[in-house]
């Protein structure tokens, strides 16, 4: 069932796609040996084949694409354009790509509304008011920084900083850099630091870069007086003698959390009043931090929750601490076990008696109805169970094929990042005063990205079990599974909701959007709504084509001709009208012989249907074309089933939307 706070627009909406073109947010990546954590995102074309059906899904479905381009952190604010309409925004990271801004507004349609462009592989993206910053963590194979970076160190990696201002005539973004930090001395192979993520602390006072090294450190750039400078690198004991801690001409001194050994910070969250840090740090355990002093340079271990609590190796213990979360009334802490890496484990849909990681739920505070909690705080934290992922069991990867083509078959499939409900982007509640960003799901659910296994949707309330008829992992112990959606090509680094849709961005599909809805496998694909309108196309004269030039597509550069007349009238069974699609180039043929879906938004409609392609009869289609007003500027772009696709700027005839509404209200 669609949580109450959820029930926003809980209605059948149309599967979309959007592309993003090179040359506005996405700048084309140049060309790289193919690196498991250096990903190449699968063709719009493959993502926007009508029927794609997900491998195996649950009470979520999947609503929109934005593809082309390799997704990585996602993160959220809402603003008031000048017409006082509160829009959404979706800010997303990438490898290669910088920083891509959508507005979610109408969740079944992003728009793009901005974006920052850079070179560098970025892992982390936060954002906080009219600020945001870019973590950059060049791979040791193929290291990439970022262009701002690469003056100071062509492998350290660091921070870029941006300025974002808002324009609310156009409710768009612009964005200008203001400069960036290297995490430089030390790190692996001499390669520095790395910011593989960054945190802006709930003040904005200052900056956190995580370097998950050997000898690895929370570094902390100091934002005050306008400055951005490296001030503190936070290590345990072993660092201070260390190359970490040593290297001369530093602008940052070293203090320790006064543990021996070493850590490898992964990823923190802050509390809600910013005097504590909860860290990740991989095969160090998760430890809980004060940093009330840390810009005077005192910080102190307040308490661990450890990595192994059996002696023998199984799901209890954590294997790679990964996030490390508290819910929004601070009682439980969240850690999650990247166990077996991101890169090619692929265990969790292969095995099913395999060592997997999953959710690690810590009581910082008493909770109802376990004694054990009695004393738990967070110098002591009670250890009340796991959550371990239940493989549903998938269906052959529609998209292998496109796959294959870019060297990822079946993917890794451990958890990866989540976003607990009434938690911002770096602590509970907002991240800015008035911008929003907080999940509306409940404070004990989450959901989760798990990579080759997509989107999850968990609830953390109470002991594991499977009267809810979905079978939970015989070694779960806490926590309940609510939902799914593992779309064909899934490669999902995070996934997040906001306002009642989850958000997730994709190293091979780009950005997903999917709702909460009850519905189970192919039940997930949910029909469209049709809006009142009609659109058509054609040359000047009566049954004269159109034409536009292929930019992208089954056959580039070639020559699309078509002419198209559909409409549907409110009450309908299904619009009805014609369409006739020829590529000049290669023959390809498209004669349409039904209609099942007609959706106008603004000047942007999306058509689906049957039609005879090359002769045979019963070809799943999709369309989408844009009405810009003037010859040289409408966009017509088509989709078969079975692969064919084209997409170009019409420069001889007209495309003509007529209509409005809103899809899905």
């Not at 739920?361 to 009695?374: C, D, K, M, S, Y």
Request: aromatic share 6%; net charge negative.
């Amino acid at each position: 069932m669609i949580p109450v706070a959820l029930r926003r627009r809980a209605v059948p909406v149309l599967v979309a796609t959007l592309l993003v073109a090179t040359g506005t947010v996405v700048a084309a990546a140049t060309a790289d040996p193919l690196d498991p954590a250096h990903n190449v995102a699968l063709p719009c074309e493959a993502l926007s084949t009508p029927g794609l059906v997900p491998r195996s899904a649950r009470n979520l479905a999947h609503v929109a694409n934005v593809c082309g381009f390799v997704g990585t952190d996602i993160e959220f604010q809402s603003r008031t354009a000048a017409d006082g309409t509160v829009h959404d925004y979706a800010f997303v990271g990438s490898m290669g790509s910088g920083l891509q801004i959508f507005d979610i507004t109408d969740p079944a349609h992003p728009q793009e509304a901005g974006g920052y462009a850079d070179p560098g592989w970025e892992d982390d993206i936060q954002i906080r008011g009219d600020l945001a910053v870019i973590g950059v963590d060049p791979i040791v194979a193929t290291p990439k920084t970022s262009a701002c970076l690469a003056a100071y160190s062509a492998t350290a990696g660091g921070i870029d900083v941006l300025d974002l201002h808002f324009d609310a005539a156009s409710a768009r973004f612009s964005t200008t850099l203001r400069g960036c930090v290297p995490n430089l001395g030390g790190g692996s192979s001499g390669l520095g630091g790395g910011a593989h993520n960054a945190q802006i602390h709930p003040s904005g006072q200052y900056i956190t870069m995580l370097n998950p090294r050997g000898n690895g450190s929370v570094d902390i750039v100091d934002l005050r007086d306008g400055a951005m400078k490296h001030t503190w690198r936070i290590v345990q004991d072993a660092s201070l003698t260390n190359v970490a801690c040593t290297t001369p001409g530093m602008s940052f001194r070293c203090i320790s959390i006064g543990r021996p050994g070493t850590w490898s910070p992964h990823d923190l969250h802050f509390s809600r009043d910013g005097r504590t840090m909860y860290v990740a740090a991989v095969g160090n355990d998760t430890v809980i931090v004060d940093v009330a002093n840390v810009l005077a340079g005192q910080v102190r271990t307040i308490g661990v929750a450890p990595n192994t609590v059996d002696a023998v190796d199984n799901s209890n213990n954590v294997a790679i601490s990964h996030q490390s979360d508290i819910t929004a009334d601070g009682k439980l802490l969240v850690v999650t076990d990247e166990r077996g890496g991101g890169l090619d484990h692929t265990d969790c849909n292969t095995d099913p008696n395999g060592i997997i990681g999953g959710a690690h739920v810590w009581a910082l505070a008493p909770i109802a109805g376990r004694p054990e909690t009695a004393n738990a705080s967070p110098a002591s934290p009670v250890k009340i169970g796991i959550w371990v992922y239940p493989n549903p069991g998938l269906l052959v990867d529609a998209l292998e094929p496109a796959l294959a083509a870019i060297g990822r078959t079946e993917r890794a499939c451990t958890i990866h990042v989540f976003r607990l409900g009434g938690n911002g982007s770096v602590s509970p509640g907002e991240a800015y005063p008035g911008l929003d960003g907080v999940s509306r799901l409940p404070s004990r659910q989450l959901t989760t990205a798990h990579y080759g296994a997509g989107v999850w949707w968990l609830d953390l309330s109470a002991p594991s079990s499977s009267v809810d008829g979905i079978g939970e992992e015989g070694r779960s112990t806490w926590g309940n599974t609510r939902g799914w959606n593992i779309m064909p090509g899934a490669e999902t680094w995070s996934a997040k909701e906001y306002k009642g849709f989850v958000y997730s961005s994709d190293m091979s599909r780009g950005m997903d959007v999917y709702s909460f809805t009850t519905c189970v496998d192919a039940g997930c694909v949910l029909l469209p709504t049709n809006s009142a309108g009609r659109v058509s196309g054609g040359g000047k004269l009566e049954a004269e084509f159109a034409e536009f030039t292929i930019t992208r597509g089954s056959s580039i550069g070639g020559t699309g001709q078509f002419g198209l007349d559909v409409r549907y009238v409110t009450g309908a069974a299904a619009p009805v009208g014609s369409l006739t699609f020829k590529d000049k180039a290669d023959g390809h043929r498209v004669e349409a012989t039904a209609f099942e879906s007609l959706a106008i938004v603004g000047a942007r409609a999306t058509i689906s249907g049957r039609a005879t392609v090359d002769g045979k009869a019963g070809v799943a289609f999709f369309l989408e074309i844009e009405d810009l007003g003037k010859v040289g500027a409408d966009t017509f772009r088509i989709v078969t089933a079975e692969g064919y696709s084209a997409f170009g700027v019409v420069d001889k005839g007209n495309l003509t939307v007529e209509g409005a509404g809103l899809l899905g209200r």
